[in-house]
């Protein structure tokens, strides 16, 4: 009995101190995103709070608007793109017994083993015959790469849960292949398919070393945005915090949706 | 409603041979039951007429016509499956109605027939429910109801009882029963309860290994079993199966000695239902042996005798009592059937 609750507390003391090592910088990063300037290096939790870091990022020369749009339109149209692709892929993986399937879908993963660093001069160097450096759809064409078989092998293992039962019954009712993967296969994968597009759009926005070397002006993202807070006079702390404000919220929010969504399971009741 | 043929159908996988050369006719408005124990190829059987499976070779006729390459939906069948493939995101109505809509039934049809339906498997007050919401036998009839909703070619239903409890599996047995009779619709049935092949069926066919053993009437697969398999596979308790051999017009086995009509030989099985043998004086019995155990099952006590190692079963009266170990003797009951079959080969012997 005793030591049951020695290990009661002693689990508890763990997992608070791990939450603690994790959160602190990110308590701290909200905390200076409020301070003043002169207060910025100080330890001290007293200060008075100020809303100007932020009126200071929107405005001239940092411009993080442009950057916010940037970032939430890669980040979306990567996921438009890449989802419904990844899920019809998916789907055939899971399903269809094709020769050398096994082959090809440790290709797709194989993508994966890669290191970014490798392939980032080749990007640049075709990116710049193509005249696409320092555009939306450059970053949107690598992120696309980088994602999706990410997301196919991600959706691939939401799609096998799926009793096959329900879609073999549909054919039979009468549906043809698309037919069912729309009235079936989707709305019981819905869940899983979410999920899936909110972790693409989250490696998607924070995604920063192709866009550091692929955008210099017009395309800026959010993560490279960041950095330019590291100026002559020194870092701006105050103003990163604020920025990294900007980048963390929505994953915050996602992550929140994520929650709701992951835990709940469609697939109950289809069969035995 | 039609009649299907199979011509000399294989299935393969790789090496292995699921089904081989199957031939097959189920008449206009049969019920055909696909009998045998799991991997002996019924199922797969049974996905080929639904084309979930594809034809390694041979044809597969709907009156006359042949549909290997037509895909599941344009082969107007209805299928019932064993863990009941239904739409769990769908209501029970739309899960009913689901079928009709694929065919562009309109909304208000739609919901007359699906109420329709929904009354006659006794659904009528679930309609709003989804799936998760239903017990396992409300599940089933739901699976019913959407193979019923519209009057296809062909039923096809794989094992659709098997994930019930005993009691409700012998209700839904006979409103199966009656619905065929009511739709007069060719069916297909797949399972490996040999009750449910018995009393279903018009005939049953019964698979081992991927080859159909014995085709036949329910009456005529009890008492005519081709082989040893199916001798052993159809009955219940199942038919007592003795080693020995013919001599001198008598069938000669540890403890037992009976006349028979068959020329002289070894190696021979005979088979005898407990259900054709009653309890004898053990002086002058022709099976002897000593009581090993009694089970009481209601209207009869099934007596099992054990002889130097071999059992044979009786069904006796309800108010048979005897000790444990005492000697009893068991006699077949005048007009009894008994059966030879070779031991090597497992063929039935025919006097």
């Known amino acids: 009995m005793n030591r049951k609750r020695i290990y009661w507390w002693g689990e508890r003391a763990v997992l608070v101190l791990v939450s603690c090592i994790v959160l602190f910088p990110i308590l701290w990063m909200f905390l200076t995103a409020f301070k003043r300037p002169k207060d910025a290096y100080s330890l001290s939790l007293d200060f008075s709070p100020t809303l100007s870091n932020f009126v200071t990022v929107f405005s001239d020369p940092w411009n993080l608007g442009d950057m916010v749009l940037n970032s939430a339109i890669v980040a979306s149209v990567t996921v438009l793109i890449a989802v419904p692709c990844a899920s019809l892929a998916a789907y055939s993986f899971s399903r269809f017994r094709v020769r050398g399937r096994k082959f090809l879908f440790f290709l797709i993963l194989s993508t994966q083993f890669i290191p970014a660093v490798v392939i980032v001069l080749p990007f640049f160097l075709m990116f710049r015959t193509l005249g696409l450096l320092d555009t939306r759809i450059a970053l949107i064409v690598v992120n696309l790469a980088i994602v999706t078989p990410f997301v196919i092998w991600m959706i691939k293992g939401f799609i096998d849960a799926i009793p096959t039962d329900s879609e073999e019954a549909a054919m039979i009712d009468g549906a043809s292949r698309l037919r069912v993967i729309k009235d079936i296969v989707l709305p019981m994968a819905a869940p899983g398919i979410l999920t899936s597009s909110i972790f693409c759009f989250i490696l998607t926005w924070n995604e920063f070393l192709f866009a550091l070397i692929l955008t210099r002006r017009d395309a800026v993202t959010l993560p490279v945005g960041l950095v330019s807070f590291r100026t002559e006079r020194g870092d701006l702390w105050e103003l990163m915090s604020a920025a990294g404000v900007m980048i963390t919220v929505p994953i915050f929010i996602m992550a929140l949706l994520i929650q709701k969504h992951f835990t709940r399971g469609m697939t109950a009741g289809a069969v035995k | ?351």
């Open chain 2, 1 to 351: 409603m039609a009649e299907v043929q199979l011509v000399d159908v294989e299935k393969r996988y790789g090496d292995f041979l699921a089904v081989t050369r199957q031939n097959l006719t189920i008449k206009d408005g049969e019920f055909l039951v696909l009998l045998g124990p799991s991997g002996c190829g019924k199922t797969t059987t049974m996905r080929m007429i639904a084309g979930l499976e594809e034809i390694t070779a041979g044809n597969l006729l709907f009156a006359g016509e042949r549909v290997n390459d037509k895909a599941p939906k344009d082969r107007d069948i209805a299928m019932v499956f064993q863990n009941y493939g239904l739409y769990p995101h769908m209501t029970v109505a739309d899960n009913i109605g689901y079928p009709l809509k694929l065919r562009g039934v309109d909304r208000k049809t739609r919901t007359a027939r699906v109420q329709e339906t929904a009354e006659k498997v006794e659904l009528g007050a679930l309609l709003k429910r989804r799936p998760s919401e239903l017990s396992g036998g409300q599940r089933q009839r739901v699976a019913l109801a959407r193979a019923i909703v519209r009057t296809p070619k062909i039923f096809l239903m794989d094992e659709p009882l098997s994930n019930l409890d005993a009691k409700l599996r012998v209700t839904m047995r006979a409103e199966l029963k009656h619905l065929h009779h009511e739709l007069g619709v060719t069916t297909v049935y797949v399972t490996h309860d040999q009750m449910e092949a018995m009393t279903l069926a018009h005939r049953v066919a019964v698979m081992r290994e991927g080859r159909i053993v014995q085709l036949d009437t329910p009456k005529n697969i009890y008492s005519e079993p081709a082989d040893l398999f199916v001798a052993s596979f159809i009955g219940s308790p199942p038919m007592n199966l003795i080693d020995g051999r013919i001599s001198g017009g008598r069938f000669e086995a540890p403890g037992v000695s009976l006349p028979v009509e068959a020329t002289d030989r070894d190696k021979v099985v005979m088979g005898i239902r407990p259900e054709d043998l009653e309890l004898t004086d053990p002086a002058s019995a022709p099976i002897s042996g000593r009581v090993y155990a009694l089970e009481l099952t209601g209207d009869s006590t099934l007596v099992t005798l054990r002889e130097q190692g071999s059992s044979i079963c009786a069904r006796g009266p309800a108010d048979f009592e005897a000790a444990i170990n005492t000697s009893c003797g068991l006699a077949p009951k005048p007009g009894a059937r008994t059966h030879l079959f070779d031991k090597d080969s497992g063929q039935r012997i025919d006097a």
